[in-house]
């Protein structure tokens, strides 16, 4: 009898050791040192079954930096990447840089992580592009839907974070992303939830191409933008394609933000396209009085709540996961 006890005792402390471990959480561990099932984070994502619908797969990402040009493939569905604090993806490709033809890699050709699968959500993951002040470099190419950050970082210069797919849907919640020109860019629907935005230089804080049929471009809530020291006239936005949209909703702006607001990249008739609007901005950068004149200031957020903006046709609420 006392041999049993002290056995079901063991288990019992087993099973604890491994749920504080966080073991019995993840079903994929990758850690530099070969600690884990992987080395490097592609080896995992490709060890994932293809198209599994019935459950999701957890991988923990331990603590390093990870010199990979990783590529989740469309198969590659319902995966989670949650990493240690300080772990990081990076590499150093820039849309001029030449390729092994001789041709230039073009700015979608230069991203350090490609997002291609559907339900992709990343946690306490940094993904940097580390070339610097190059021209068009991406960190992140997102083009899958219902794709989830939550406690990420995006960092580099021109062209961070390119929202790439349509459809595609994304939520970013207390997130870091820094650039200087146009650093969050493309067609997709975006929410960018209780965020730091950080201008590391004159530009574009964003550059959407928002498609004309679309519902919503960018919608940022409870975002705080700063600016490095000695940085000033930042645009909110400039439309890289007419019908761009892009609307802060109590957003916390620095004195960095240039008073006009916004751009319209040289174009008259993107005046009259583009949707471009505030609601209750604060801070040393918010001025409606001083606002473009084809700019908004909204009375009424009841249709930018973040489920309605990316409720889609299929009703995904990623609040609610």
Known sequence: MKST???VISLIMA???????GKSHYDIVVAQDGSG???TIQEAINSVPDFRKKARTNILIKKGVYKEKLIIAPCKINVTMTGEDGTVITYDDYASKLNRFGDEKSTSGSASCYIYAPDFIAENITFENSSGPVGQAVACFVSGD???FRNCRFLGCQDTLYTYGVPSRQYY???YIEGTVDFIFGKSTAVFNRCTIHSKGRGYVTAPATEKDTAYGYVFHDCTLTGADGVENVYLSRPWRPYAQAVYINCNLGSHIAPAGWDHWGKESN???AFYAEYQSKGEGANPDARVPYSRQLTDISRYEIATVLAGDDGWNPLSE
């Open 146 to 148: 219902r794709a989830v």
């Open 271 to 273: 005046k009259e396209t």
């Open 5 to 7: 006890v002290i056995f």
């Open 37 to 39: 099932d992987f080395t």
């Open 173 to 175: 919640e207390n997130c």
């Open 15 to 21: 099973f604890g050791i491994a749920q504080a471990s």
